[in-house]
């Protein structure tokens, strides 16, 4: 059992006083069987009333309402959590999900909806080429088949950290050959739909598995992984950034059809294009308890 300390802070700095409009925040990390949440808590300033709801995924959403101009905005999340995964986890799959292909059942199916559909176009059949390249025989092991592709996306790319918005499409980091953690999660992903698997991004916090010691600091960041449902096992998380399987080192925040549903804090503000003079975002996880 770890016990962790986790503080997200976003900053804003602004050139002149501006209004801000409505800010949507998705912070507060999800409570899971092996993830539970002790406390958690959003202070804002300027301080404002922030109305909570859930989303259709039952995300936390958070909205933030404002009535002075301002020239900054800092949001900051402090959450305590103790997380009880192991780091080398043993899915108990359904013994007729074992092997691939296999067929999910009729309400399976009906559930999983939009996360088994493709959402990039693939006209030529090259990223359904790329995946079908890893399965070597029919039928074949079906955890091994996922480890197979989530292995092979790092091996193929270059991971770099990008702070720019957005997300590249499968294709663009095959063809690029390099991209970031939330890159790597949708092409995943993809080719998971690819396989007629239900399939879903994570977003949250990655902890640094070699700072697991009492009193240590500094050991987290943002991050994006994914998740394929396996009859059996539920959903099982996919980290091709880091080549591992299962959510030993994961804490999640968001879980969503398709990345740019899962932005941390989104929100606009009247007072120039140009008004905007700094954005500063700091992730901090310490083990307070091991």
Known sequence: MLSLELIHSTTYRYRRPVLLGPHRLMLRPREVRETRLV????RMNPDTELIWTHDVADNAIATANFKDKTDYLEIISQSRIEMSATQWPVFAISADACSFPFSYSDNDWIDLG?????HYPDPQGRLSEWVNSFIFGCPTDTLSLLKDISVGI????????????????????????????????????????????????????????????SGSDGSGSTHAWAEVFLPGAGWVAFDPTNRSVGSGN?????????????????GEFTGGNDALLEMNVAVSITVTER
């Not at 406390?39 to 959003?42: E, L």
């Not at 640094?208 to 010691?213: A, D, E, I, K």
């Not at 059809?257 to 804090?265: C, I, S, W």
């Open 39 to 42: 406390s958690f808590d959003v």
């Open 114 to 118: 939009a996360l088994t559909a493709q």
């Open 154 to 213: 790092s091996r193929r790319t270059i991971y770099q950290v990008r702070e720019s918005e957005g997300t590249q499409t499968p294709l663009e980091t095959l063809d690029k050959q390099e991209g970031s953690c939330r890159d790597f999660a949708v092409l995943f992903v993809a080719a998971a739909r690819c396989l007629g698997l239900g399939a879903r991004i994570v977003s949250g916090y990655l902890v640094n598995t070699g700072g697991w010691l």
């Open 250 to 266: 994961l804490i999640a925040v968001a879980v969503v059809r398709e990345m740019k549903q899962a932005v941390p804090v989104a």
